[in-house]
């Protein structure tokens, strides 16, 4: 038996078995540890365009055809309809009181629906983890690459040209060697452990914890009371809104649901802590119909629902990790930091750093660079998680006022639709970064933002003349990256996906509406 490869990657989730595959295509042995089997319960399912147009990037570069179905709800369903996901169209709020029944506001203040395609053939998705994983393993299987599940990982040693993996596979212990370890087995996964690297905090972020599982009969809101108006309104809403990432947010946290074709759904309650501890999260499913008590339009959606999986704690959802880069090693963005599922950043991230190593495995191990090039690896990583934890803390801040709330949330749709528009056109040099941190002129509008809000948090809250000035800045911060109609307050919280949007912000992405056009076409 073969113990001796390029690279081990430890964790066989899609993050660790599309390195594999990509290391394989650029001619690389490889090896992927996995401590458990497939198919398996796995939680972050919802996709995003900039994470399907990620995957569709990788799948192009390095040769991997059968993946790019999968990029797509029409072409994932024509090719691989045994592979279980959901439709995304976009992503649905609407916020709540405690103990009051949801009653919509004609001014639609509270209610957020951000469209993120114009129709369901070239849509998002919902990964079914389960399916999906496993299909990514047998993949990567088929590319040539080692695979070992059911593996215990026992310690590893790393010296200037390669480490040394203790692992015990069916009571036999097998050591590995490997030039390079990729660690793709989560938060605080093996590195972290085996090499007790040091934990940070994001900076202002609150302790949060997660309470979740997979259900079926989970009701559609339009089949709901709380619901009833999308149906009775003469303007049809912009996509189907259970098609979606459907978020339920209230003072402290949300409830979301991922709705898949197989009949059943993904949701669960991220909270603050103190919110967690008051509901007693920690006791399972009895938290959660505690938090469902409070919540009685999100009740009615459950009323008919059974978990089918043991409801899953987290009692410390948030993660950072100091150190992601080693002597021979490196941490995915996965493994290296989690924020928090609000935004769905954790695949764009993941995706994102999986195409910076594959860059760093392309120069090669041993390029004089490797170090340098490690560094940024690093840094990048870090820095994008800091800026969607700093997002991510300012919308948990506000979360008991829903108007600032989704102006604050405008900051990430306009970011990802710039960049994703950007990155269609073959023009990246246009987007700075993940949500556009790096632009010299969106980054410090976005922290400048986000900072009056969390400085303001602990000490009340913002008064009103701060919130209304504040508000107002966020829609003067996004306008000249708007290609997606948000800053037209006309349309009261309800964003579909324009052609005409597009046309009108030719100007801002500095191409003509013929290539508009032909982006449109394609
Ligand atoms: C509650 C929650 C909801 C989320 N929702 C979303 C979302 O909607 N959208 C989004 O983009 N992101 C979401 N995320 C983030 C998302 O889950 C991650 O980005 C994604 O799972 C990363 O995939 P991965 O393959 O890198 O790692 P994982 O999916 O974490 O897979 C890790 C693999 O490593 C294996 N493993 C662990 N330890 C070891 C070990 N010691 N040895 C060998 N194998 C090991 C595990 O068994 C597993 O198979 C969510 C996260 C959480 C916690």
């Not at 340098?372 to 700093?390: I, P, S, W």
């Not at 000490?459 to 800053?487: K, M, N, Q, W």
Request: aromatic content about 10%.
């Amino acid at each position: 038996m073969k113990t001796d490869f390029d690279i081990a990657v430890v964790g066989s989730g899609f993050g660790g078995s599309l390195t594999a595959m990509i290391a394989r295509r650029l001619g690389r042995s490889v090896i992927l540890l996995e401590r458990g089997r497939h198919p398996r319960f796995a939680i972050g399912e919802s996709s995003t365009p900039l994470a399907n147009l990620l995957l569709e990037e990788l799948a192009r570069r390095y040769d991997l055809p059968r993946l790019l179905p999968l990029a797509k709800w029409g072409s994932w369903q024509k090719t691989y309809p045994q592979i279980a996901c959901g439709l995304k169209r976009g992503f649905t709020f609407y916020h709540h009181q405690f103990g009051q029944s949801f009653r919509s506001d004609s001014e639609r203040r509270d209610q957020l629906l951000v469209a993120a395609s114009p129709r369901d053939e070239i849509a998002d998705t919902h990964w079914y983890r389960a399916d999906f994983d496993h299909f990514l393993v047998r993949e990567a299987q088929a590319l040539g690459v080692e695979y070992f599940d059911q593996t215990k990982l026992e310690a590893v040693a790393f010296d200037s040209q390669s480490a040394q993996l203790e692992t015990e596979r069916g009571g036999e212990r097998v050591p590995i060697r490997a030039r390079f370890v990729v660690d793709a087995s989560g938060p605080r996964g093996f590195l972290h452990r085996a090499l007790r690297l040091p934990e940070t905090l994001f900076e202002n972020f609150p302790p949060t914890q997660a309470l979740y599982s997979h259900f079926t009969g989970v009701r559609r809101w339009t089949d709901t009371a709380g619901g009833s108006l999308m149906r009775t309104v003469a303007e049809p809403p912009p996509y189907p809104v259970d098609d979606a990432a459907v978020h339920h947010v209230f003072a402290g946290g949300w409830v979301w649901i991922l709705r898949f074709n197989s009949g059943n759904a993904s949701a669960g309650v991220a909270a603050t802590a103190g919110l967690a501890n008051a509901l007693q999260f920690a006791e399972g499913e009895t938290g959660w119909n505690r938090l469902l008590e409070r919540l009685p339009s999100v009740r009615e959606l459950f009323r008919d629902a059974t978990s089918q999986w043991p409801f899953v704690h987290a009692p410390r959802l948030s993660f950072r990790s100091a150190t992601v880069v080693g002597q021979r090693w490196a941490l995915l963005p996965s493994a290296a930091g989690f924020v928090d599922p609000l935004l769905s950043t954790g695949f764009p991230l993941t995706l994102q750093g999986i195409s910076r190593l594959a860059g760093i495995f392309e120069a090669g191990l041993d390029s004089p660079r490797l170090e340098e090039r490690m560094n940024e690896y690093a840094r990048q990583t870090l820095q994008e998680l800091d800026v969607a934890a700093k997002l991510v803390a300012t919308l948990y801040a506000s979360m008991s006022d829903f108007p600032l709330f989704t102006a604050l949330s405008l900051l990430y749709f306009a970011a990802a639709s710039f960049t994703e528009t950007a990155l269609r056109l073959c023009r990246p040099e246009l987007a700075g970064g993940f949500l556009l941190n790096d632009h010299p002129v969106f980054g410090p509008r976005l922290h400048s933002c986000c900072d009056r809000v969390l400085q303001a948090f602990p000490h009340g809250g913002l008064t009103a003349t701060a919130r209304a000035s504040l508000i107002d800045d966020v829609y003067r911060a996004i306008e000249p990256f708007d290609v997606a109609g948000l800053c037209d307050r006309s349309r009261r919280n309800w964003y579909p996906v324009a052609a005409r949007d597009l046309l009108n912000a030719c100007g801002k992405l500095s191409v003509s509406q013929t290539e508009i056009n032909q982006l449109l076409a394609r």
